[in-house]
Antibody
Framework: QVQLVESGGGVVQPGGSLRLSCAAS????????MHWVRQTPGKGLEWVSF????????DYANSVKGRFTISRDDSKNTLFLQMNSLRSDDAGVYYC???????????????WGQGTLVAVSS | DIQMTQSPSSLSASVGDRVTITCRAS??????LNWYQHKPGKAPKLLIY???NLQSGVPSRFSGSGSGTDFTLTISSLQPEDFATYYC??????????FGQGTKLEIK
């Protein structure tokens, strides 16, 4: 069965860095585009970043562009999110999600991990 | 940027009720709209994709409709396990995505 397991969250001071990981199993990771989505306190879900199945294209929300970097290691079936210059509004639960592409612009997230908690506090 | 607005933000209902949640896009997104269910401490779960397609394994009491800017998620007969927060998500901005702010469905 498909499993996505995030790790790497924790408490970090403003301006600090964290590297999140998402270990994937049960599907062909190297054939799948992957995303990071976060849920910030008191708010809903916010899309953060995307990496194409072959790693050749990445995209970011404006709120994290220039500070976060998404990457993947297909040999280890693992997705990463390097988060630098962290701010208080980056705090929340970070989920990795596997995408499915349909016809046209149809794109949805059929599997999600359970999330890893990031806290930004001095 | 596309904005997604859900209504209501919260809703109280009873087991057996029929419930409808609305999602409005700030511009036409054709049928590029997905719905998710999210329970605290759990992974979000895909319910409906491309506005009206039921994801495999999702009970048939869930249905979606709409196109352009206005969409609805309907639960025909609420079950105890359906109390959760529901989100719409557009994929017109692919690969970026915008979610609605969520609708919290609570037990009356």
């Amino acid at each position: 069965q498909v499993q996505l397991v995030e790790s790497g969250g924790g408490v970090v001071q403003p301006g600090g860095s964290l590297r999140l990981s998402c270990a994937a199993s049960g599907f062909s990771f190297s054939d799948s585009g992957m995303h990071w989505v976060r849920q910030t306190p008191g708010k809903g879900l916010e899309w953060v970043s995307f990496i194409r199945f072959d790693g050749t294209y990445q995209d970011y929300a404006n709120s994290v562009k220039g500070r976060f970097t998404i990457s993947r290691d297909d040999s280890k079936n693992t997705l990463f999110l390097q988060m630098n210059s962290l701010r208080s509004d980056d705090a929340g639960v970070y989920y990795c999600a596997k995408e499915v592409l349909g016809s046209g612009l149809t794109r949805f997230f059929d599997y999600w991990g359970q999330g890893t908690l990031v806290a930004v506090s001095s | 940027d596309i904005q997604m607005t859900q209504s209501p933000s919260s809703l109280s209902a009873s087991v057996g009720d029929r419930v409808t949640i609305t999602c409005r896009a700030s511009q036409s997104i054709r049928n590029y709209l997905n719905w998710y269910q999210h329970k605290p401490g759990k992974a979000p779960k895909l319910l409906i994709y491309a506005a009206s397609n039921l994801q495999s394994g999702v009970p048939s009491r869930f249905s979606g409709s709409g196109s352009g800017t206005d969409f609805t998620l309907t639960i025909s007969s609420l079950q105890p396990e359906d109390f959760a927060t529901y989100y719409c998500q557009e994929s017109y901005s692919s690969p970026q995505a915008t979610f609605g702010q969520g609708t919290k469905l609570e037990i009356k």
